[in-house]
Each structure stands twice: as C-alpha cells, then as structure tokens.
C-alpha cells in the first residue's frame, strides 16, 4: 500500500500510532509531505525513526526549510550559542517565531554525531514535488501547494507557502490528483478530517495544535486518523 502524511511537528507518539494503526511494512510506501519539525516536542525521534526506514520517502516542507540551515550551523559551533554569527541568529530568532526552539531543544538533547547523522538524512528532504502512480490514478504530491494555476513555472516558495484555494482545479488531467498538507483542514471547515475537493486532497488535520494526524491510503483512499 502508499500512503501520505504531513505535518507531523514533532508528535512523536501519534507518528508511531499511526504506523501501528495501518500496520505500515516494509512491502508498504509512506510519503510524508514535510514539516516533520518544530511546533511539538520531540522531532528529532521522529527523524531518527525514518531514518531507519528505507521505504518513507521524507518531502520538504517550509518547517524543514527554515530549519535546516540554522540546524547546520548550530552543529558545527556544537550548539554554543555564544559563537554563532549574526546572520545565523537573525535566522534563528524567525524560526524560533514559527516554533523552531522545540526543535533546537529536541536536537540538543542528543550526541552531537546523532544530530550530524539527522542533518545528512534531511538533506533528502529537498525533494519539492512528487509524481506517483497508483492503480491508474497519478497523485501529485507537494508540501504546499503548486501557487497560481496561471503560472507555468512554479516556484520554490509556492510549493512550500503557498494556501491553495481548494474550489480551483490545479490539476486538469483525468484521474489526477492534487495532495498538499500545510493548510491545516479545519480552515476548510472539514473539523480536523482529510478533505476533498474537485480532484484537490488536503491531509493536515492539525496534529499539533489539538486536532488529529491524519494518513491517507492512495490505494483505496481510506483515511486513518491518531
């Protein structure tokens, strides 16, 4: 079976309740649509957990975007906060304002082999857009959104910020799907479930901000929820 699942946010134990609820193994696949990090408290567990998994496909998410380059420096100054430079901090200081301290504190609590180890494995997370057949249908997968329908290219900014209208068809062609995480569900009003319109799919159920981890199946399009 494939499966997708996005923002998870450091909610280690819902992560691996959804893994025993679709009994997810190795003859499995799982995409997981970024922003993996920040906001909960504990996600370098859940990286360390995918890392051990050759079959969960890590995507980039804008979490995953601000995080790496900050995370980066901070491992090679060993976390000392006093030597990092100035560009480094002004850095950090936004991604603190989009919950990033729950990742530097999850990060710190480790050797610091374990969090160069983490950073080697996220550097595969710049993968921004995924194409996946299964049972005839294609899926398009992305953290975000692909931004205006009018645009030919699609810039890195959309594909990781940008909040799709979910009444415009971005996808035109038969038996095509759109799937995005990012924009969390309820502001579509769907109450914190998977929602579905035209051929667009949304799976953030807010996981971390008291709703639920949502995964879908796109075998079948069964929904599971932790």
């Known amino acids: 079976m494939v499966y997708v699942m996005s923002d998870i946010h450091g909610e280690y134990n819902k992560y691996r309740k959804m893994l025993e609820k679709i009994r997810f193994s190795d003859n499995d696949i799982l995409y997981i649509l970024g922003d993996v990090v920040d906001r909960g408290p ?26 790496y380059p900050v995370l980066e420096k901070l491992a090679e100054k060993e976390f000392d906060f006093n030597k990092i430079d100035k560009d480094t901090m002004d850095a950090m200081r936004d991604w603190i304002d989009e919950g990033g301290w729950a990742t530097i504190e999850s990060f710190r609590e ?63 062609e038969k038996n095509s799907y759109l799937v995005c995480g990012h924009t969390p569900t309820c502001i579509f009003g769907a109450n914190n479930r998977i929602y579905r319109c035209r051929n667009n799919i949304f799976i953030d159920c807010a996981a971390v901000f008291g709703g639920r981890l949502g995964c879908l199946c796109l075998d079948n399009f069964k929904e599971y929820y932790v």
């Open 42 to 67: 504990e996600p370098a567990k859940i990286l360390l957990d995918m890392m051990k998994r050759p079959n969960v496909v890590p995507m980039l998410g804008n979490h995953e975007a601000m995080a």
């Open 110 to 172: 480790l050797p610091i082999e374990t969090c160069r180890d983490i950073l080697d494995y996220m550097n595969y997370f710049f993968a921004l857009i995924q194409d996946v057949e299964v049972n005839g249908r294609t899926f398009t997968l992305v953290h975000a959104g692909l931004g205006s329908r009018k645009r030919r290219i699609v810039r890195k900014h959309d594909l990781i910020w940008s909040r799709p209208n979910p009444h415009i068809r971005y996808i035109k």
